[in-house]
């Protein structure tokens, strides 16, 4: 029985093998991640023999390659979570904190945990692709709401409220008309400072070039709207830039968003349980593809208590003697983008009501029991992931 700790850094890794009763079957080495020296640990870990089992931590994209490459020569691959291995202690009360020291510290854990640890199966290029795509979409999201916010600040100074008066939905191609409005009238003074009838035609002309429907009324109210407004930026060069650089920032970013939004909703529709989850109640285009990405495949879970506990929405169990504790907030050691999408779900339970779902029964119940609004929130998340892993993994079951 070998048990081989691999410490993970980006572009290396350490690694270490030990056999039962402390017997050191490999000193620590390193091994850098190219194709050659992970050919060379391949090697040396199948000439420990048979019984051999590799573990190493999940360090974001980093044990990838190592995993995906040993995995490939028929070798036992656990990856495990660094919460585990850190609160095992390693058997010492010392605190030594070093790359081989690491490597040894895996390994024994490995052998503590022979029996319980999970083998690695990679992850197909679909999911791996939709769950990337859906962090790039997150992280993009933030930095157009930023953006927003600061063209808003920008516009309240020149035209308040300018964002106010345009109702139309945002396009495929992530365009909007207030963005696109300001881009071209991008101060009051751009439109009182000619005729009513002269900024009608500019208007009419300015929807035909962008692709808007035009409406007489509407350049009436626009027109009628600008006028009388206490403006603390003046029209000159110098605002016409900050105006003008800030909205197409911001149609750039939702450009983006629109062009990974379309690969995303390609990607999620090749996976079997698509129509599945896009069927439950309160699971949009967006919300299937972030669940579907962060969650990955439900099989992958022994039950649906593992689902919940990967979500972090399951509550601690905090008991010691005749101390029990009273309240119990949730774990939080899952992903937090699993539990974003999960927030956005249950908000729409919320926002429409549906008094037939089993999820808005539930938020009923616990509100009837006077819990707050985050910890019925969090409860229903915990039920909707319930009824998700049950119906999904029927899905891929038949």
Partial sequence: MNSVGIDVSKGKSMVAALRPMGEVAMRPTEYLHTEVELERLAYAILALGEDTRVVMEATGRYHEPV?????EYGIYVSVLNP?????SGGGSVRKVKSDKKDSIKIAKYGLDNWVDLREYTPVDAVRQQLKLLSRQYNLYM?????????????????????NEYFKSPEKANGHQKWIDFVTTFWHCDCITLVSEKAFTERYRKWCKRKGYNFSVEKALDLYACSCGHITTLPKNSNTKLLITTAAKQLTAFNCLLASVKQEMFSLAK???EYETVIAIYGVGDISAAQLMAEIGDVRRFPNRNALVGFAGVDPIVDESGKDVSKCHPTTKRGSSHLRKTLFQVVSTYVKLAPADEPVYQFIQKKRAEGKPYYVYMTAAANKFLR????????????
């Fill in 67 to 71: 995993a995906a490459a040993l995995h």
């Fill in 387 to 398: 009824i998700y892993y049950a119906r999904v993994k029927e899905c891929l079951n038949d």
């Fill in 142 to 162: 933030k930095s157009a709401v930023s953006l927003k916010n600061n063209l808003i600040s920008l516009t309240d100074k020149v035209f308040p409220g300018v």
């Fill in 270 to 272: 090749q996976l079997p």
């Fill in 83 to 87: 919460i585990l291995i850190h609160q």
